[in-house]
């Protein structure tokens, strides 16, 4: 099985390894601002302390944004001293500005934006006739306070669409619990009932009429014969896409025409059995049927591509499933209410499912179900 995608930089680095980064880019820009800049104006102090504070704020604005951009802009209303120290300020102030839209609301990053675009305007201090500088530094600003916005919005929309999905999955669960639950007591209460009765009624006859609390244990025998028949049947169809009706419930031996209705949906499935087959559990074998089924309904509808592979492979005491295919592959395969289904389907038998996509291209889905242990009843 191909190991998981590995999640993006930004969720593997630490916050310590952010702040070396910080850092170190903090400390490169200080130097090329005072080569390039920084020895141009005359008061070298003042040039110095604006570095400086400029510098600690692209430090500080990952984790204190208003903070930080409040320093920059601090040294770029300096700009009337010397033109070089607006230059200076102007990209750590757009960057904490970017931060602040991408952390707060709406509202106080609107506000930061103009309290921010002052800068700009003390370009054109104290006399307003040269405001060549309130243009661009303003466009500067402006646009990284938009990326900011931008990225804010996408990322409250993700958590609102995952907050969704997680109520969705939470519902189904919800939902399928209760349809286990009147299932399981459609199946289970009028045999127990008969069989409490039948017990009962063979207790207090056993010592005057031995034949009659005979036949009472014959009916407990039938009906719990009868019973665990049927609960079998159910575990079997609970995961089930359509309600059981009077056809026998698919297994293993149906793959060859699941394998003809893909064809005819678009996908050729090449289709390998793999041991010696032997008699399996109804339940085991229809979940191993679903399984296959899901992952070619994925394949059709996901994988965008005319050729899938089933491998059902027979071990001592595990059947084993494998169906992959070679279209887009990916993380992006939706992970719904069908491997949703392949997992439970698999748990019901204490297997193991892994999913996920291979190395280049494709998708594999691969599931051990373990033979239940032969009980004598």
């Known amino acids: 099985m191909e190991s998981a995608p590995r999640p993006p930089l930004r969720h593997r680095l630490r916050p310590v390894h952010w702040l070396v980064l910080d850092v170190v880019a903090a400390a490169g820009y200080g130097i090329v601002g005072w080569g390039v800049l920084g020895v141009r104006i005359d008061q070298r102090l003042l040039a110095l302390a604006g570095l400086a504070v400029v510098c600690a704020a692209l430090v500080a604005a990952r984790r204190w944004p208003v903070p930080a951009m409040s320093g920059a802009l601090a040294v770029f209303w300096l700009t009337p001293i010397s033109a070089?120290?607006?230059?200076?300020?102007?990209?750590?102030?757009?960057?904490?500005?970017?931060?602040?839209a991408e952390r707060c609301p709406i509202r106080l990053a609107a506000g930061a934006l103009a309290v921010a675009?002052?800068?700009?305007?003390?370009?054109?201090?104290?006399?307003?006739?040269?405001?060549g500088g309130v243009l661009p530094f303003g466009l500067l600003l402006a646009t990284a306070w938009a990326v900011g916005v931008a990225v804010h919005q996408h990322r409250r929309y993700t958590d609102e669409l995952l907050r969704h999905q997680r109520a969705h999955a939470e519902r189904q669960a919800t939902d399928e619990r209760m349809r286990i639950a009147r299932e399981l007591h459609?199946?289970?209460?009028?045999?127990?009932?008969?069989?409490?009765?039948?017990?009962?009624?063979?207790?207090?006859?056993?010592?005057?009429?031995?034949?009659?609390?005979?036949?009472?244990?014959?009916v407990i025998e039938t009906t719990g014969r009868e019973s665990l028949a049927e609960l079998r049947r159910v575990l079997g169809v609970l995961r089930a896409q359509e309600p059981a009706g009077s056809e026998p419930a698919p297994g293993l031996a149906d793959l060859p025409r699941l394998a003809e209705q893909t064809a005819a949906a678009g996908v050729r499935v090449n289709l390998t059995i793999e041991g010696e087959p032997g008699p399996l559990p109804t339940g085991l074998e229809?979940?191993?049927?679903?399984?296959?089924?899901?992952?070619?309904?994925?394949?059709?509808?996901?994988?965008g591509t005319g050729h899938a592979r089933v491998t059902v492979e027979h071990r001592p005491g595990t059947v084993v499933l494998?169906?992959?295919d070679?279209?887009?592959g990916g993380p992006a395969r939706p992970d719904g209410h069908g491997l949703a289904g392949m997992r439970e389907r698999v748990a019901l038998y204490g297997g193991t499912l892994h999913a996920g996509p291979m190395?280049?291209?494709?998708?594999?889905v691969t599931a051990h179900l373990p033979l239940p242990e032969r009980q004598t009843t």
């Open 84 to 100: 070089r120290l607006g230059w200076l300020a102007a990209a750590p102030l757009a960057y904490a500005l970017y931060r602040v």
């Open 117 to 131: 675009l002052t800068g700009p305007v003390a370009t054109a201090l104290p006399s307003f006739r040269h405001a």
């Open 186 to 218: 459609d199946v289970v209460a009028h045999s127990m009932g008969l069989i409490t009765v039948q017990a009962a009624y063979g207790r207090l006859v056993a010592d005057r009429q031995p034949a009659t609390a005979a036949e009472a244990l014959t």
């Open 286 to 303: 229809l979940s191993a049927y679903r399984i296959v089924q899901e992952a070619l309904t994925n394949v059709v509808k996901h994988a």
């Open 322 to 324: 494998e169906v992959t």
């Open 326 to 328: 070679h279209g887009r």
């Open 359 to 364: 190395s280049g291209h494709g998708f594999r």
